[in-house]
Structure formats: C-alpha cells, structure tokens
C-alpha cells in the first residue's frame, strides 16, 4: 500500500509539471492575435499592401486587404495607410471579436 501511495504521488507531481510546462503563468506573453481587413471606404474594395503601423512594429495587408498581427492584451493605436489614400488613425481592442475592419478614404 505504501509503494501505491508512492506512485500515486510521484505521478501526480509529474502530471503537474508536464502542464504547467516549468513556466509560471505570469511569465507568459500575454499577447492576442487580431485579424482584420483595410478598404476602400467608398467602394469597399480591398486594398492590397497598405501599411498598419503600431509602435515599433509594421505590416502590410495581403493582395486581398487582410492582415494579422499579434499585439498586447490592451487597446492600441495604429496609423494606416497606403498609396493614393489618406492616413487614418485607429484604434485596435484586442477584446473585439471578428474581424477588424478599416476603411481608408481616397484622396
């Protein structure tokens, strides 16, 4: 019975720590992945290669307006823009669900 016991708990702390990973949840990135797609604010078209930039870091929508980006778990700012269109500023919350969509209106 003693061997059982043993084994029991050996096993438990080793179930423990195969989930846990050894990292502790506050070492955790805590980031979200936001998808979304830029416009043409009249059309509705998607615009191909316009830029979003948020801090240091910038992308560039797809050939169909799409874009993914992993930001931190709080609401940003981002500059967009593109080729015959004025900037615009948004705001991107990364709690909203589906997919965020910007228009950008010619110039």
Do not use: H, W
């Amino acid at each position: 019975m003693k061997n059982f016991l043993t084994i029991a708990l050996f096993l438990c702390f080793a179930v423990s720590v195969t989930a846990s990973n050894g990292v502790a949840d506050n070492e955790k990135p805590q980031t979200r992945l936001v998808s979304g797609k830029v416009i043409d604010k009249l059309s509705g078209e998607e615009i191909a290669g316009a830029e979003i930039k948020i801090a240091d870091k910038t992308i560039y929508t797809d050939l169909n307006g799409n874009f993914l980006l992993s930001i931190p778990v709080v609401t940003i700012s981002a500059t967009v823009s593109s080729v015959a269109y004025n900037q615009a500023s948004v705001t991107i919350d990364p709690y909203s669900y589906g997919e965020v969509l910007i228009s950008l209106e010619s110039r």
